[in-house]
């Protein structure tokens, strides 16, 4: 070996001493740690007096590092943050922040893991007893009177159908309005061998959806008027549209949202009124105009 290769020392020739900033999330960690105690507890100024002490015990570390690393510099030149800034002029303004609602405080891009969910998950949050629900999953239904989904106030499933048991009891979201359509278990109603297997349940607007909505105390909305037109119950954007052309905008719409799966032929009866060949409606009416149930009278 020549005596170049014996010994290789790094000569860094600096004008300045950089280098001394502190980080408070570490003088924050040792309060937690020492005196179970957060920034939030004490003020402001016994916050950053904490901070120029850890600056004042450790400062002298980082200066010999620095000389033990060849480092050629004034080391009576410290430059200030007004310093370092020149001829730029700081401001405050408003800006979008990673804010941490448990830390009450920004972190830093770095300090941020990004979890990529391929489906529904549940993860753990701090200060919520129960896990909370993250992304969408999916559950998909079948009906031949597509714009009453309008109407819809619940998803029912068969109970021992394990497509669906990591359902049972959760909630869908409904496509158009945002409402919460609850998932509810109905061994009388379901067939899980027919369709998917899931059923939606509008209850003002078909009988048998109406008999679980009493089994389960559903919601019941009525989506049409008299003549057959959407109601303000419904959708803004189909209010007013009568309902088998609501019935193709409710299909379109679907498919611009990238939820429609597809059409199947299946066979159905038709109900139809003998006096006008129109289809009949089943449709909820509030007394006085609903049907009154006479019971007998007890004493």
């Keep these: 070996m020549d005596d170049e290769s014996k010994e290789v020392q790094l000569y860094l020739v600096v004008s300045k001493v950089d280098g001394q900033q502190q980080?408070?999330?570490?003088?924050?960690k040792k309060l937690m740690r020492e005196m179970n105690i957060t920034r939030h507890d004490i003020r402001p100024e016994s916050f950053l007096s904490e901070i120029h002490k850890r600056k004042e015990q450790y400062s002298g570390t980082i200066m010999n590092q620095l000389r033990r690393l060849g480092a050629s510099l004034d080391w009576s030149r410290e430059p200030s943050f007004s310093q370092a800034m020149g001829d730029l002029f700081p401001c405050r303004d408003y800006h979008l922040l990673n804010w941490d609602c448990t830390l009450l405080t920004s972190i830093s891009d770095i300090e941020v893991d990004h979890i990529d969910l391929k489906e529904e998950t549940m993860l753990k949050i701090p200060g919520y007893a129960a896990p909370v629900q993250f992304g969408l999953g999916e559950i998909i239904v079948a009906t031949t009177r597509i714009e009453t989904m309008l109407g819809d106030t619940a998803i029912a499933v068969h109970p021992e159908d394990r497509r669906y048991q990591h359902l049972h009891g959760r909630y869908a979201?409904?496509?158009?309005?945002?409402?919460?359509?609850?998932?509810?278990?109905?061994?009388?109603?379901?067939?899980?061998?027919?369709?998917?297997?899931?059923?939606?349940?509008?209850?003002?607007?078909?009988?048998?959806?109406?008999?679980?909505?009493?089994?389960?105390?559903?919601?019941?909305?009525?989506?049409?008027?008299?003549?057959?037109?959407?109601?303000?119950?419904?959708?803004?954007?189909?209010?007013?549209?009568?309902?088998?052309?609501?019935?193709?905008?409710?299909?379109?719409?679907?498919?611009?949202?990238?939820?429609?799966?597809?059409?199947?032929?299946?066979?159905?009866?038709?109900?139809i009124c003998s006096r006008t060949n129109d289809v009949v409606e089943p449709m909820i009416t509030p007394p006085p105009s609903g049907l009154l149930i006479v019971t007998p009278w007890r004493r």
């Design 173 to 271: 979201v409904h496509p158009f309005n945002g409402r919460k359509l609850k998932i509810i278990c109905d061994p009388e109603f379901v067939d899980p061998t027919f369709g998917t297997g899931a059923v939606k349940i509008a209850p003002a607007h078909d009988p048998n959806d109406f008999e679980v909505g009493r089994r389960h105390n559903l919601q019941f909305i009525n989506i049409f008027t008299d003549d057959g037109k959407i109601n303000s119950n419904g959708v803004a954007q189909f209010e007013g549209m009568p309902r088998f052309t609501a019935r193709i905008c409710v299909t379109e719409a679907l498919k611009s949202k990238g939820l429609y799966k597809g059409t199947k032929k299946t066979e159905m009866t038709l109900a």
């Design 23 to 28: 980080a408070a999330v570490v003088v924050e």
